[in-house]
């Protein structure tokens, strides 16, 4: 573990960088899968598929029979669990519901902004060690309630071919209407411009590898919108002399778990604390099924000592982080000044897994420093807003003149006519 | 024109296709140009300033004097104009502030979300043949109500190294915090790395040419965000026999005067008002100064006929407009079911360039079909939304033991870990 004490803010954004990540010369891989993708459907996605998952997909859509499987491999226990987060997320996300905006700007102009839905939604889960059946919750119960109209899933297959169960189990329940056995370049590729199996799709929800993260990227090039710019996941602790050192360390730990280039950061006001959490790291790393990733993730890690309160919130704001913990009795400070950061765990008894699972926040978050300018995900990333207005013949008398006199100032001739032209015609009614 | 008369929907894909884009080998030449201003900053913009827009420029920023100094060269009858724009874009901006949203999901689990202000955003105002004073006050009235600290405008001086008087008047009126005499690529690329004179800033926003499309989604590469993916503007009207063809063809016009690549479409169930529509653009046409630009507008644009609203609708979705305009006596149908648009204008004393001016909607739009997946401008575009959690020791016990199943199942044990060592520490005190 890296230990900083009272550092300079000149030296902040040293401090503050992130791991770097290497993503040269994924792009042209990228773009190549892609074009062949655009070309050749199916046959190019069952290709790929092949050569990264090492399996021969011929169905590429779970068939109703594997969902019905699935169903009966999942422990009642894990069952209830999935309920009682779904709830819970369910609750958030529909809390979430904002209605019409209806307002006369002008006498006789009326203008009103309202939510629609995104039609047609892709939601990626990544394979892998961990099979992220939490993420299907979080992006398909906001995805269902804005109400998508087709939501698809992709997601690798092993190399039995098969799908997780619980992965089908949460996307059964939650409404995903097709489920597909495609993962990495080769999933966004196909949700990106459509195949004989895979509908194209509006907007690409999900978490992914490099390789996901530059295809996603590249998407966008294409016309498809994306959640957010991906990156390693993140936790930043601040903790105060009142906090439990034990906590804190299994808070820390238990990012540092998710990837060898996530990256945990402890600001304390307190050295004591910083020694203690240090010694706990330590304690409770050696039982850990994933020690090996989790520790290299340490090596990217900080305990940073401040001597004020002001000094760690300007800090925390520059390196606006995923997931902040605030373990201090001046936690309203914090929360208050907070400005930049995904999602916030106030307190000894809000653990980041909360938010993880069960809590009902989203766990789709933007990382990398992403935010300062993105939103995490919610119920408002699966619609979007339109504009309508209607203006009577009072309104457009109330406000034509302006719009006339705007549209010649910048030029616009055609603009100023097509009011022209109303007002006039509105004139020789009167004059009749 | 283009006419069409009762399309099967298999050639729609073909009909509904936007004019090309040319955007090859731009793409290098945008980032050539970012590399060296992140380099060298001030100097390779003033480089490139020089280079294209044919002015050396000493001092980027705007001074005080020249704000002042423009305010006077602004008529009365502008200001006016411009302040009555102003307030009707104020209002139905403020009226989109929304509270924060409490819940408590389980007994002892509070969650919310909040909206806080992107702190610092960069706006960017195409210069050209029309100084586009009106894209100022939708941008920075919006950035302003959401409370972002810095906002900073962008705009390419003229050859006498002067910005256009109207566009200074409204950035004052509207808060602007600084004002950069930068076009193009070079301005995008100042605002993405910073520079001795110009703040980098964490979301671009605004119109622009070919260069400045591919600039801004270069930028997002470097970790900046934009309002969304440009393309040239468009205008889809539907129109049934109720409708007035002077006023249609006035409305297709205005849209058809911004730039050649602009396109027009009418969609109408009335052959008459198909026929008298196109008669009456070429009798408008011939009296427009930017006759030059309309016609060849014109040659992208249809005019379609349908047999039914419900045919009409299906292929407006599809072709999802950038602004939509309904002159029909059943407007409620296609009110309803529209679900692509970016803002839709209703009746006949509606036109298109109310929405551009003054009615308070926001002009910035997605265009190129993006309004299936994106929204226009709006209040949200300044904030960010961040979620918080705060978990008491009785909310540990309601949903730590479904974190703890699901955090196993993911193979995450660290996750688990977090929580069990909270419920074990309260079971100790409990049995103490």
């Given at each position: 573990m890296n230990k900083i004490y009272n550092p300079k803010p000149a030296s902040w954004p040293e401090i503050l960088e992130r791991p770097p990540q290497n993503l040269t010369n994924i792009e042209a891989t990228v773009s190549d899968i892609f074009s062949e993708i655009k070309l050749k459907g199916d046959l190019a996605v069952k290709k790929y598929t092949q050569l990264f998952d090492g399996i021969e997909i011929e169905k590429l859509m779970v068939s109703?029979?594997?969902?019905?499987?699935?169903?009966?491999?999942?422990?009642?226990?894990?069952?209830?669990?999935?309920?009682?987060?779904?709830?819970?997320?369910?609750?958030?996300?529909?809390?979430?519901?904002?209605?019409?905006?209806?307002?006369?700007?002008?006498?006789?102009?009326?203008?009103?902004?309202?939510?629609?839905?995104?039609?047609?939604?892709?939601?990626?889960i990544p394979g892998g060690t961990a099979p992220l059946f939490s993420t299907v919750l979080m992006l398909a119960i906001p995805a269902k309630i804005a109400g998508c109209e087709e939501i698809i899933l992709c997601t690798p297959p092993n190399k039995e071919g098969k799908i997780e169960p619980s992965i089908l189990?949460?996307?059964k329940l939650c409404g995903v209407t097709k489920i597909f056995k495609i993962g990495g370049i080769q999933a966004i590729g196909a949700m990106t411009f459509?195949?004989?199996?895979?509908?194209?799709?509006?907007?690409?929800?999900?978490?992914g590898n490099n390789f996901v993260t530059i295809a996603k990227q590249i998407a966008t090039k294409h016309g498809v919108a994306i959640d957010m710019p991906a990156g390693p996941s993140e936790l930043l602790v601040f903790?105060?002399?009142?906090?439990?050192?034990?906590?804190?360390?299994?808070?820390?730990?238990?990012?540092?778990?998710?990837?060898?280039?996530?990256?945990?950061?402890?600001?304390?006001?307190?050295?004591?604390?910083?020694?203690n959490v240090e010694k706990e790291l330590q304690s409770q790393l050696k039982v850990l099924p994933r020690i090996a990733v989790a520790s290299q993730s340490l090596n990217n890690s900080k305990l940073i000592l401040v001597e004020t309160n002001l000094m760690a919130i300007n800090l925390i704001n520059e390196y606006a982080p995923e997931h902040f913990l605030i373990v201090s009795n001046e936690e309203d400070f914090f929360i208050e000044n907070i400005q930049n950061a995904g999602s916030v765990f106030i307190?000894?008894?809000?653990?980041?897994?909360?938010g993880d699972y069960a809590s009902g926040t989203n766990h789709t978050l933007p990382t990398n420093g992403f935010a300062k300018q993105y939103s995490g995900v919610n119920l408002d990333s699966f619609l979007k807003t339109m504009t309508f207005q209607k203006i009577s013949e009072k309104?457009?008398?109330?406000?034509?003149?302006?719009?006339?006199?705007?549209?010649?100032?910048?030029?616009?001739?055609?603009?100023?006519?097509?009011?022209?032209?109303?007002l006039e015609s509105l004139k020789m009614r009167e004059n009749a």
């Open positions: 109703t029979n594997e969902l019905t499987t699935s169903e009966k491999e999942i422990t009642s226990d894990l069952k209830n669990a999935i309920n009682l987060a779904k709830t819970n997320i369910e609750k958030f996300h529909c809390a979430q519901k904002s209605e019409k905006i209806v307002l006369e700007t002008s006498e006789g102009v009326k203008c009103w902004q309202e939510k629609r839905p995104i039609q047609k939604v892709g939601l990626y189990y949460a996307a459509g195949t004989e199996s895979v509908p194209s799709v509006y907007k690409i929800f999900g978490p903790a105060d002399e009142t906090a439990n050192a034990s906590f804190v360390a299994s808070d820390l730990l238990s990012q540092a778990e998710h990837g060898a280039d996530s990256q945990v950061i402890l600001i304390t006001t307190s050295r004591r604390l910083l020694n307190g000894s008894y809000t653990p980041e897994s909360a309104g457009i008398q109330n406000i034509g003149s302006a719009i006339e006199i705007m549209a010649e100032a910048e030029g616009l001739q055609a603009h100023k006519n097509a009011v022209t032209i109303r």
